[in-house]
Structures are given as structure tokens and as C-alpha cells.
């Protein structure tokens, strides 16, 4: 079975669409999730989806009569920290520096913005040491 550090890196298409629609509402069933994503899968397709996310440990789901439930197992934010966790780690332990100026790049590059709040957030690290 997958658990998050190797299914994080992998989502699909389909799975990232469920993902953020169940970040949003939640929980809901899979008559639910076919409904909010417009009919565009079939509910096997979506059942699947589901299950599958629930196996990557992405979701929880509790039994609601002859159905299930789903809900996130984390928040965005945190879902978010473990993707950079789990990708960033095993290259930084090969070579920070390429790593940690590439993601200065993509950072300022989306939004220059950003690298205030790398200033911020360095030093806010930096004090609670």
C-alpha cells in the first residue's frame, strides 16, 4: 500500500480535483462528489477515486448507512507541507545550495512578494532557536 510520502508526489488529475473539492465541503458521499464535479465521471470513476485517496491515507471516510463519507485526513496547508517535505528532503540531503536557489527563483518569479515572506519566515525560525 502507498502511504504519503509516495502517493503525495503522484496525485492525477481527477484525484487533485477531488482533493479540493472535499477541502471545500466536507464530508460528502460519492453521489455527492460525482453532483459538485458536473456529472463529468461516472460514479464508479469517482468511487474509485475516492478509495484510492482514502488508501493514500489523503482522506478518512466513516460509514453512513449503505454509504461512505469522506472527509480531508489533513488541510491544504498541511497536505502542502508534505509535498515540499517529501520532495524537498531526499534533494537537499544530496546538495542545499542548487535547491534552495532554485526555490528562490520559482518564489520570486510567481511573486516578488514572496521573498519578503522568505525574509519573514527565516527569521521567525531563527528566533525561536
Not at 460528502?28 to 477515486?49: E, F, K, W
Not at 463519507?69 to 528532503?89: F, I, K, N, S
Amino acid at each position: 500500500m502507498r502511504t504519503f510520502s509516495s502517493a503525495a508526489r503522484v496525485l492525477g488529475e481527477l484525484e487533485t480535483r477531488v482533493m479540493e473539492l472535499l477541502w471545500n465541503e466536507h464530508p460528502i458521499s460519492v453521489r455527492t462528489a460525482c453532483d459538485r464535479l458536473g456529472g463529468r465521471h461516472a460514479y464508479t470513476t469517482i468511487m474509485t477515486t475516492l478509495d484510492r485517496l482514502h488508501k493514500k491515507h489523503l482522506l478518512r471516510r466513516r460509514k453512513d448507512g449503505n454509504a461512505f463519507l469522506y472527509e480531508p485526513a489533513m488541510d491544504r496547508a498541511e497536505y502542502q507541507r508534505r509535498v515540499v517535505e517529501a520532495a524537498l528532503t531526499p534533494l537537499m540531503e544530496q546538495g542545499a545550495t542548487p535547491v534552495l536557489a532554485a526555490f528562490v527563483e520559482v518564489a520570486a518569479d510567481l511573486d516578488e512578494a514572496n521573498l519578503v515572506q522568505l525574509e519573514r519566515l527565516i527569521a521567525k525560525h531563527r528566533r525561536r532557536r
